[in-house]
């Protein structure tokens, strides 16, 4: 009943003429899987990377700072799984080469190290990764190197203990069953004895939940999923660690031939060696690296300069960049500039929210493709806030913008609205790229984001003392970063000293200097006590309404927020918020343990994870600060306003980004079908149509005028229905 009947059809073309044979073959795959199971063999290094892999099964379920998919989970078991298979499979070849090296004529080929020599190797490789980590006890502030040291001990007793358990396996099957066991071995036996391992690991990881307890029992480690989205995730952790595995197996060939050159072709000096095959291996593939960054960025560069259909035409608003009296052209300000402009609030949108008349904000973007000088920018910057009145305003806010570009609607919105239009708000673009590329792009972003205060204040220093603006400045994400660091050495004095008066950073990163001199040294950086950290917005009106002084200068940040919290050293030393379970910060789960590699994988995924956000609606979650906005920008730039003010401008904050919103994928959905019917006709030969009028009609019913003009927007979501926008 097992056996299936399978067709081998063979053709053979010749120019006379066709032959085709047809084989009927007696097949049975379960008599197959038998065999494949039964006579697959794997290599004792290959084995201890199984066990290891195993062990790490329970540990990929680790709670993180934010819940995850399971798509997102299949991703992390992948990767946990290839970095402990290889950690397993180099400390057990090594092992293996040392037992083989310490016995008999030194060589290696045609020999195999017996289980009592290799299991003794193992057993030394665990006694020195212990006393490693025990002589290097972990700090904070101690060196990377430090930390790398301690993590090879690590690595060094994880793939002996796997090792050791293997070898000692062997020896308990060549003692007690005939010695020929070891060598027919089936793969199945270590997957056995794997599972087991991540069952005990998974047991382990229950009763360490039960003692220490959860911060928050309602967030779990992984969103429900339907059985679809879980057959799909099942295949993209496979794809992951395959992908790993590939990348590994590159470089292993890499090394390889560059010893097999070294011994083959260069006879005059014995110079090859693992050690320097890998060295280059390493080199190429990282050179590679280096190349790919720099080849998507441009790319992204060049992508992010494409013109928004909701987005098409410059503003006809003078009080804007990219108007009728800029210095800057709509095609030099990226994507989210062009956004920026024509997204500015009207007098007539403000005083139906506030209930009280309004002035014309300005809105400027010093765009990053205008030129690479970054003194000459500022200059461009400070002149463009002279043309458009940024100067005549009563509140003048520099806004650095995140790596793309981008400043947070929600806040140029809310300060337009409590300043009653009265206000100006300046983003110096230093970058077109996400924020994870623009990394490197930051010291740029300080200068000429210093340059710009400081050509701001020199002129306000000159005006009559009854007209000067008030100076302030914002930063969200890789923008906080930028605007906190723009205080230099002299710490948060040097705020005073660029004249500005207040700032706001939300989501503040954790590779941003100030902040991480801030934590190792509070007085230091803040002698008079001028910066105050809170991790939501009511925390303010708390300490306000206990009498207490609030400062110049406030960060928001989020006790879940992984972009503040990420770090690379995470892959080697234990970050500060992951100390003993009852030190760590709220809604760090206390029953999670840090392990070295594994929990940088968790918290890389939570990094994504905590940008994710719905239009209109705003919550308190990860890296996303839209709740928080109204209510701070109130209190730390002292823009009072009655609770019934406040109320209006939530819900129409709320509003217009979702009305915004659905006009880009309206847009952009039209577009898209317009150039595909396009396309279609084309080629059947058609003649095609005058699409414009279509254009201008479908992007009529989004409520979005073509030619650039501000038009009225639904206020309620039954307007939005009735017009036929959703």
């Excluded at 060094?156 to 060598?183: F, M, Q």
């Excluded at 300069?305 to 709509?330: C, D, Q, W």
């Excluded at 910066?531 to 207490?548: F, I, S």
């Amino acid at each position: 009943q097992d056996e299936h009947l399978a067709i081998l059809v063979v053709t053979e073309r010749t120019d006379a003429q066709t032959h085709k044979l047809t084989f009927m073959v007696k097949f049975s795959p379960v008599a197959a899987a038998r065999s494949v199971l039964k006579h697959a063999v794997a290599s004792p290094g290959a084995r201890a990377g199984i066990l290891a892999a195993s062990a790490t099964f329970a540990s990929s379920f680790a709670r993180g700072l934010l819940p995850r998919s399971v798509t997102d989970q299949a991703v992390i078991t992948g990767s946990c799984a290839v970095i402990a298979y290889e950690m397993g499979t180099t400390v057990h070849s090594a092992a293996q080469t040392l037992a083989l090296y310490s016995s008999g004529s030194h060589g290696m080929r045609g020999r195999t190290a017996g289980p009592t020599r290799t299991l003794a190797v193992d057993l030394a490789f665990i006694g020195a990764g212990t006393m490693i980590e025990r002589s290097l006890p972990e700090h904070e502030e101690e060196l990377a190197g430090i930390s790398a040291v301690r993590t090879a001990g690590t690595i060094l007793k994880v793939g002996g203990t796997a090792g050791a358990a293997l070898s000692a396996i062997d020896l308990a099957l060549e003692t007690i069953l005939r010695k020929e066991v070891i060598a027919r071995r089936s793969v199945l036996i270590d997957v056995a004895v794997g599972g087991s391992v991540a069952a005990y690991g998974l047991w382990k990881r229950h009763k360490r939940a039960e003692k220490y307890g959860l911060v928050d029992p309602d967030r779990k480690t992984i969103k429900s999923a339907s059985v679809g989205a879980q057959v799909k995730a099942a295949g993209m952790g496979v794809a992951c660690a395959g992908g790993l595995l590939v990348l590994v197996a590159v470089e292993d060939a890499i090394a390889q031939g560059v010893e097999w050159v070294l011994n083959e072709k260069v006879t005059g000096l014995d110079i090859g060696s693992p050690l320097l095959g890998h060295a280059v291996s390493l080199g190429v593939l990282g050179f590679a690296g280096v190349w790919a960054h720099e080849h998507v960025k441009h790319k992204l560069e060049r992508s992010d300069n494409v013109i928004e259909p909701a987005y098409f035409t410059p503003p006809t608003n003078p009080n804007v960049t990219a108007g009728p009296k800029s210095l800057f052209a709509f095609s030099d300000i990226g994507k989210e500039g062009r956004r920026f402009v024509l997204m500015t609030l009207t007098p007539e949108e403000i005083t139906s929210v506030m209930g009280e008349p309004a002035q014309e904000p300005v809105r400027i973007v010093a765009g990053s493709e205008t030129t690479k000088d970054t003194p000459k920018l500022a200059e461009m910057a400070f002149e463009e806030m002279v043309r458009l009145g940024a100067f005549d305003k009563s509140l003048i806010c520099v806004a650095a913008p995140t790596g793309v570009g981008y400043v947070n609607y929600t806040f140029a919105e809310a300060l337009e609205y409590l300043t009653r239009g009265d206000c100006a708000i300046v983003v110096p673009q230093y970058a077109l790229v996400p924020s994870a590329m623009a990394l490197f792009d930051t010291n740029e972003g300080i200068e000429l984001q210093s340059k710009v205060i400081e050509l701001a204040r020199d002129y306000i220093d000159a005006m009559p003392s009854d007209k000067r603006p008030r100076l302030i400045q914002y930063g969200e994400s890789l923008g906080a970063q930028v605007a906190m660091d723009v205080c230099g050495p002299a710490g948060v004095p040097g705020y005073d000293q660029l004249g500005l008066e207040a700032g706001l950073y939300f989501g503040v990163p954790f590779r941003t200097e100030s902040w991480l001199r801030w934590r190792a040294n509070r007085d230091e950086l803040d002698p008079n006590h001028e910066l105050m950290l809170v991790t939501q917005a009511p925390d303010l009106v708390t300490a306000r309404e206990e009498g207490k002084e609030i400062p110049k200068h406030v960060m928001i940040i989020h006790n879940d927020d992984p972009v503040n919290k990420f770090s690379y050293r995470m892959t080697i030393a234990r970050p500060w918020w992951f100390g003993p379970p009852a030190t760590r910060p709220p809604m760090v789960p206390r029953e999670t343990t840090w392990r070295p590699f594994f929990s940088f994988v968790i918290c890389l995924i939570d990094l994504m994870n905590g940008m994710n956000s719905q239009p209109g609606k705003f919550v308190r979650r990860g890296h996303d600060y839209r709740i928080e906005i109204c209510e701070s920008v109130s209190i730390v730039y002292d823009l009072p306003c009655t609770i019934e003010q406040e109320q209006t401008i939530e819900a129409a904050l709320r509003q217009r980004e979702q009305d915004w919103a659905t006009k880009r994928l309206v847009a952009r959905k039209f577009m898209t079908a317009k150039d595909s019917i396009t396309n279609t006709l084309g080629k059947w030969g058609v003649q095609i149509p005058d699409m414009e009028d279509v254009s201008l009609h479908a992007l009529e019913v989004a409520d979005i005028d073509p030619r650039g003009a501000d038009q009225p927007e639904p206020t309620t979501q039954a307007d939005s229905l009735n017009s036929g926008v959703v």
